[in-house]
């Protein structure tokens, strides 16, 4: 189930925002709850949905939701094994998202 994820790209001459890649990094990073979730995945773990749910406390339907916009963030990746989904720690698409955050704010600040 993994899919490929957009890549940050600095902002080209004349472009005033963030790339869309790194703004879902930042919309990922905005909630306790995938905050929360985060946290389980520290240390290289590997979770599925229910586990993911059953230690953040919350219903699979929403660790599912949480877990698509963390994937969305470029924060955890996802492999499918049969019907299990089972996500863990994506250290390459959050450091992309925090380099290209981190020109952008040096240009802009």
Not at 8 to 13: E, Q
Not at 19 to 24: L, S
Not at 47 to 58: D, K, R, T, Y
């Amino acid at each position: 189930m993994d899919q490929p994820q957009p890549t940050a790209v600095a902002p080209a001459a004349g472009q005033t925002g963030l790339a869309p890649a790194t703004q879902e990094f930042l919309k990922a990073l905005g909630s306790p709850t995938r905050q929360r979730i985060m946290m389980l995945f520290s240390q290289g773990a590997e979770l599925s949905v229910g586990e993911v749910a059953e230690h953040a406390g919350i219903s699979q339907a929403t660790a599912s939701q949480q877990l698509t916009l963390l994937r969305r963030g470029r924060i955890v990746t996802s492999r499918r094994e049969g019907k299990t989904v089972y996500y863990r720690a994506d250290r390459d698409g959050a450091v992309s998202a925090l380099a290209e955050l981190q020109s952008y704010l040096m240009t802009c600040c």
